[in-house]
């Protein structure tokens, strides 16, 4: 994972534990947190998730890792 701008946090789900992009946007979808449309790369799938503000965006972040 990584923090792109201070409200927004990357993920790559590798293609090896989720062989389609919907097995991949099933598992970000259940992270509960706005998303942006997934990219594929040759690895895996990508999404841009929007944390939340204040005391909500730890476990936010560790609901992730």
Do not use: C, N, W
Request: aromatic share 6%; proline share 11%; net charge negative.
């Amino acid at each position: 994972m990584q923090v792109a701008f201070r409200d927004d946090l990357r993920v790559l789900l590798s293609k090896e534990k989720f062989p389609a992009e919907s097995d991949a946007a099933r598992e970000v979808a259940r992270l509960g947190l706005p998303q942006g449309p997934g990219v594929e790369t040759p690895d895996g799938f990508g999404y841009v998730l929007r944390l939340p503000p204040g005391a909500e965006r730890h476990p936010a972040i560790l609901r992730v890792d």
